[in-house]
Structure formats: structure tokens, C-alpha cells
């Protein structure tokens, strides 16, 4: 098929560390019409290679390949919202894909409970790197609890300001808290997640990272179960 083919799209699971992905890459390149295709990435730009494989090696072949890097924080932030991701790999492998004058890199971020505490971050960081085409994002609908109109309202009336430009974020922000919804059973569930990863490299504290959240909290409150 791939004289037929002008655009693909990976997404996963992380298509970089997928080898039967790779697999496919060396067949459309012996093809000899990886030069007539656009390809795009929707990826953590964690890890770019898995075993003798690695992304660069395929991508100096094709047309143009864009890489959408699903970034909602910087730094802690990001590392927290998306266990595993670490920022320093990140941003080298950004600066990877600068050497390859085919390889665009956008973000597209979920704005969510949160997030958005510092998805400004995210879109000011991209302001300051030329090396990254642009930004999208989405507004996380499901679960509902965690969606960012759920958040105390004092935080949420201080994040307005940041998103003045940005009108989805604030009309998310300004919508009062969804019917049902108790914040302590949102601690409860972020709560579980960090202690899924006590002991581990991934370990991290919620109040740690969003200490903001933390007079919020009710040490007593029961679980309905």
C-alpha cells in the first residue's frame, strides 16, 4: 500500500516503544516512497527508542513527521499528572528532533482538575521555545470529578487572571462545581494513586506537588463505599 499513502497516524499505548511499529517503519522505507509520506505522533517524547530501534534512524526518510509530545505541566507537574514521564528526557528529546530539519514538534495538553493549577506553564514555556510549531489542548470531560470546574473556588477565582487570553480555560474555570461531586472523594482517588507508587522511582505526594489543594483536605472524612 504505500505508494498509495500520504499521511499516517501513531498513536498507542507510546508507539516509540513499540517494536512492531518500527517494523513497519523499515518496510515503508525499503519501499522507497517513505519521501511521499507525512507521518504523526501522538507520544509521551519520554522514550524514543526500544531495543536496536530508534526513532531517528527512520524519520530522516520521510516527507515530514510531526510529533505531538502530550504535555499538561512542566517539570514536577507533568511528572506527577503522568507517572513515568520524566521532564529532562523531555526536553532533550525536543531538542533531538531540532537536528532534523522534517521533524515538527507540537503539545497538545488535557486541561483537568489538575492541570490546569499550571497548564500556563505549559503554554508559556511554548512561547519561549521556538523549536515548538504550537499548542492544543482539550477540556477533560470523564471522569467528571476531575473535571477543572470541580476545584475550591478560591483557586480557581485566582487562576482566572492567568487564562484571560484564553477563553475555553476561563469559562471552564467559572462554571460552578458539578451536582454530586465531594472534592474528598477526588483526594481520596489522587491519594490511592500515590500510594500505588510508594517505593518507587515514581514516588511523589500530591500536597507536594499542588500544595495549594491541601487545606482543602479532610484527614477524617470517610469513603463512601
Known sequence: LAP???????????????????????????????????????TNMTKTKTGRHSIFDYV???????????????????????????????????????????VVVDFNGLVSFLSV??????????????????INWAMLETPIHLRPNNLPEPIKQKLIPKYEDYPDIVAALERPMDPGVNIQDIFQYLLKQDKHYEGTKWEMHLFDVFPELKEYYDPNYKEIT
Not at 10 to 28: A, R, S, T, V, W
Not at 117 to 134: A, G, L, S, T, W
Request: net charge positive; hydrophobic share 35%.
Open 4 to 42: 498509495y499513502i500520504r499521511s499516517i497516524k501513531i498513536i498507542g499505548g507510546e508507539p516509540l516503544i513499540m517494536k512492531k511499529h518500527y517494523e513497519m517503519m523499515e518496510k515503508i522505507v525499503k519501499s522507497g516512497h517513505a519521501d511521499k509520506i507525512f507521518v504523526k505522533y501522538q
Open 117 to 134: 493549577m499550571r497548564f500556563y506553564e505549559v503554554i508559556d514555556y511554548v512561547k519561549q521555545n521556538p523549536n515548538i510549531f504550537q
Open 60 to 102: 530522516p526518510y520521510f516527507k515530514e513527521v510531526a510529533m505531538v509530545g502530550s504535555v499538561d505541566g512542566v517539570g514536577k507537574t507533568i511528572e506527577y499528572i503522568r507517572r513515568r514521564t520524566n521532564w529532562k528526557e523531555l526536553v532533550e528529546n525536543i531538542e533531538e528532533c531540532k537536528k532534523y530539519p522534517n
